[in-house]
């Protein structure tokens, strides 16, 4: 019995000559969809051992045709982000906007001067072209740049205190996210990290305490996705950096968020920043790029010149660089620091986060019109905007939300229409909120008023038909 369902699998030959593999072959070749058939023959046998049937040779090519499509159609996609909020991790944090992605079309379409002083006329910093502003932005005497803020941390605290110990308060022992913590990280780099103080109270005395001959780095960290209120106290810069300097210790500081800068319009942001950090006396300062920075994925660690020689020269660089895009996109970025107004127009990041309740207002208002062409009943409604992506966790923006309004639609409706909004050719991220709908217009661009609303009314009119 066994043996006939496996005499009916078909042969690969027989199966390349289908109607449907042969175009296949046409658009992608024929070593990959020959080795694609191979495949799914293999696991029909294997089916088959395990006490199934064999399938005929139309559902075998269905599952190749259906096998290429799903490979093809996969891939990023832009996403309307209608959630408020504005660093959304799962959404690639800090969107870059079209002014600044057009601006370095020409730098990164062709060759460039990425590593080559054009002046000397001959070969240059990989990041010089960057490190000049961001030592102006922030004060620091020299930076260097790598692919992310755990990269940054690895990197300093191998380069420094690789097997030497590494000072921190336990009320400071983050998630970085995705798993990644400040013990593991320690661990990876080789240093060993030495805890000190309570989970809500460390004073200058618990850091002096534990210093010891084999003591190298006083480690702050800034705990950007999380806050502790009460009973709480911890030490200033300024104070860790007289200690520092007192022992001959080195004074890091993982601001994280990256805030490089006050700024005016958003000085109600609670948040530490770079400029203010090495002001107050931190040797070296670690952020991450895509955060509180508006750019693309990558770390910064700013500070004294000759330490940042020694992180310079770290085998680890060669590793943890980062490439030619995130170099031009951060330099248009900074530049964009030296001009606050120019920031605040051409960054989306810190346009959403000036915006006032009145611009709000007309957004949701646009949002409810457009959604009435369509005949979507909903209602404005005030609504909580969160910066997210680790950062100011305990702030939140006053903002106003478009909810839809369903008369008699279950809650496996409502659910369907949440996931069929994902699966758009634009998908569209809102809120599923004790079971309503809610698109927050923080976080939605007036360009996209319509896609969404034409979306909506697309994929309602598709469920009531598939009811």
């Given amino acids: ?233 911890e030490v200033g810069l300024k104070e860790l950096s007289s200690l520092a300097e007192k022992y001959n210790l080195i004074l890091m500081y993982d601001i994280g968020s990256g805030l490089l800068k006050k700024l005016d319009k958003l000085m109600h942001l609670d948040e530490p920043d770079v400029q203010s950090a090495i002001k107050n006396g931190a040797d070296l300062v670690t952020f991450s790029c895509d955060k509180l920075m508006g750019g693309p994925q990558a770390g910064i660690i700013a500070g004294k010149k000759d330490l940042i020689a020694q992180l310079s020269k770290s085998p680890l660089m060669r590793a943890f660089r980062v490439d030619k895009i995130t170099i031009a996109m951060l330099s248009s970025i900074l530049k964009l620091f030296l001009n606050e107004d120019d920031l605040y127009s051409r960054v989306p990041l810190f346009n959403m986060l000036c915006r006032n309740k009145e611009e709000l207002f007309a957004l949701a208002q646009d949002l409810q019109k457009s959604l009435d062409k369509f005949g979507i009943k909903s209602k404005i409604i005030e609504s909580k905007a969160q910066c997210g992506g680790g950062s100011l966790p305990q702030l939140e923006f006053n903002s106003y939300a478009v909810e839809l309004d369903f008369e008699g639609s279950n809650k496996k409706f409502v659910d369907g229409l949440y996931k069929k909004l994902l699966r758009s050719s634009t998908p569209v991220l809102s809120i599923l909120r004790e079971g309503n709908i809610v698109f927050d217009v923080l976080t939605i661009q007036h360009n996209e008023i319509n896609i969404i609303a034409g979306t909506i009314g697309n994929c309602f009119n598709e469920l009531h038909v598939e009811k």
């Fill in 1 to 233: 019995m066994l043996n006939d369902e496996l005499k009916k699998i078909p042969a690969v030959d027989k199966l390349l000559l289908d109607p449907a593999i042969l175009k296949l072959k046409e658009t992608y070749g024929s070593n990959l969809i020959t080795n694609l058939v191979r495949n799914v023959l293999a696991k029909a046998r294997e089916e088959i051992l395990a006490g199934g049937h064999a399938k005929d040779s139309v559902q075998l090519c269905v599952e190749v045709v259906n096998i290429i499509n799903k490979i093809t159609s996969y891939g990023y996609k832009p996403v309307i982000n209608a959630t408020g909020i504005v660093l959304h991790t799962n959404l690639g944090r800090a969107p870059l906007g079209k002014s600044l992605v057009n601006e370095i079309l020409p730098v990164i379409s062709g060759y460039s001067n990425l590593e080559f002083d054009l002046k000397a006329a001959k070969r240059g910093k990989r990041t010089g072209h960057i490190s000049e502003i961001i030592k102006i932005i922030t004060g620091a005497d020299d930076t260097e740049v790598v692919n992310n803020n755990a990269a940054a941390i690895i990197l300093t605290l191998k380069t420094f205190a690789e097997k030497k110990e590494v000072i921190i308060s336990r009320s400071e022992l983050i998630e970085i996210g995705g798993s990644f913590r400040i013990p593991e990280i320690m661990k990876a780099s080789g240093a060993h990290m030495v805890e000190v103080g309570t989970t809500n109270c460390t004073t200058l005395e618990d850091y002096e305490k534990a210093i010891n001959k084999n003591t190298r780095i006083l480690f702050k960290a800034h705990k950007s996705n999380y806050y502790i209120q009460g009973f709480t106290e």
